[in-house]
Nanobody, 127 residues
Framework: QVRLVESGGGLVQSGGSLRLSCAAS????????IGWFRQAPGQAREGVSFLSSSGASTGYADAVKGRFTISRDAVKNVVYLEMNSLKPGDTAVYYC????????????????????WGQGTQVTVSS
């Protein structure tokens, strides 16, 4: 099975940028669809961005379209989430998750559809 480790979170001012990384080990990332999710205090975990196992298809939540970009480096076995024009509403713990390529991919996946999770990285956007 795959192990996921997120990094790159931190404190940034409104309008700033961060790049999150999701490093995979144990299996290659092209065996999995990858999703980025986030969870703010007191709120449910929500999908942010999705990448198919082939790397050919991406999906974004409406709240982040045009500001966030998901990508991967298959050689390094890392998936990235580039976040620009950050807003205080983006403050949350961000998680990457993996779903086996054997299952269908959705451009707007649900947390329950993903089998493997990282520990999360905190993103805080100050106003």
């Amino acid at each position: 099975q795959v192990r996921l480790v997120e990094s790159g979170g931190g404190l940034v001012q409104s309008g700033g940028s961060l790049r999150l990384s999701c490093a995979a080990s144990g299996r290659t990332i092209d065996s999995y669809h990858i999703g980025w999710f986030r969870q703010a205090p007191g709120q449910a975990r929500e999908g942010v961005s999705f990448l198919s196992s082939s790397g050919a298809s991406t999906g974004y939540a409406d709240a982040v379209k045009g500001r966030f970009t998901i990508s991967r480096d298959a050689v390094k076995n890392v998936v990235y989430l580039e976040m620009n024009s950050l807003k205080p509403g983006d403050t949350a713990v961000y998680y990457c998750a993996a779903r086996s390529y054997r299952y269908s991919w959705s451009e707007n996946g649900l947390p329950s559809e993903y089998q493997y999770w990282g520990q999360g990285t905190q993103v805080t956007v100050s106003s």
